[in-house]
């Protein structure tokens, strides 16, 4: 399985923020998802977006909720400089 999500331009995150949520996210998906390895990018683009390929509709149901959950505990996880 392979998770694309890209970040607007417009809205950009502090130094390090990138591969932070990638690597966190990478930890919670393949915790979820063990027998499923994937790959994780982040990356800026010009709009938000999720994509999963290789997943069914439920996992990307479930990967955009994990997304959401480590958004949201950002301060637990992202040490920015």
Known sequence: MRIEITLAKSSPLPPGAIEALTNELSRRI????????????VRYAGANQLSVFGGAKEDKERISEILQETWE???DWFCGE
Do not use: M, R, T
């Open 30 to 41: 393949e915790a979820q998802f063990p027998e499923q390895p994937g790959s994780v990018s």
């Open 73 to 75: 505990s950002a301060d």
